[in-house]
Structures are given as structure tokens and as C-alpha cells.
């Protein structure tokens, strides 16, 4: 009652204003069911050991077999726009993504070397 009296009085001073609240869209949650980061930190460990480019599905497939979980299609998905997303949006990337082959794939990014002082 309170937010029809709220809309009430929006609606008297801009009649031509929307008061709709729009559904807020929330990811489920991740069938995996490992701790926040972990996915992302496994990914650079893998990126890390073998050295080699990855696409975020392989790294996906990778982390969930090494955190002891089964890499069934919806967990691999989820598992790969995460890390995707969350190497996307590093303040300081440690990881860069190749356009070069379809799909892309996720490296390391080479740190340069340290002068001797």
C-alpha cells in the first residue's frame, strides 16, 4: 500500500514518468559449488604449469577436475564465463586473450625482465 502511495505521488508530478521496478537478472548459483576466486586462482595455476594458451572451457574442464568435481556441461559453462569474465575485467591482468584462433585462448602474460642494480 505504502508503494502505491509512493507511486501516487510520483505520478502526480511526472505523470509521464515509468514507476515499473525492473527484475534485477542474478546468475544461479554455480553447480560446482566451489568458494568464490578459486576457480580463477586454478585457472592462472593451470596457465602457470603447463605454459601453454587455453580457452576458457579448457581451463574450465582443467579446474574442475582438479578441485575433485565432475566436469558435467552446465558446470564447465558456468566455470568458463567466470574465468573469462573475471580475466576480462583484472585491474592488473595477469592473463591476456589471443583473438589469433577460433576460440580464443587465455596465456600468461610474459612479466619482462628485471635489471640487475
Avoid: C, N
Amino acid at each position: 500500500m505504502e508503494l502505491a502511495q509512493i507511486d501516487s505521488v510520483i505520478r502526480m508530478f511526472r505523470p509521464d514518468m515509468d514507476v515499473e521496478v525492473k527484475a534485477v537478472t542474478t546468475f544461479g548459483k554455480s553447480p560446482a559449488a566451489l568458494p568464490k576466486g578459486t576457480g580463477t586462482r586454478l585457472a592462472l595455476d593451470i596457465l602457470r604449469e603447463t605454459g601453454q594458451p587455453h580457452t576458457a572451457e579448457e581451463l574450465a574442464i582443467a579446474v574442475l577436475i582438479r578441485a575433485g568435481k565432475e566436469p558435467d556441461p552446465v558446470s564447465v559453462a558456468m566455470m568458463g564465463k567466470t574465468i573469462h569474465s573475471s580475466f576480462s575485467r583484472a585491474k592488473k591482468p595477469l592473463a591476456v586473450y589471443e583473438r589469433g584462433t577460433w576460440p580464443g585462448k587465455w596465456r600468461l602474460i610474459s612479466l619482462p625482465e628485471q635489471s640487475p642494480e
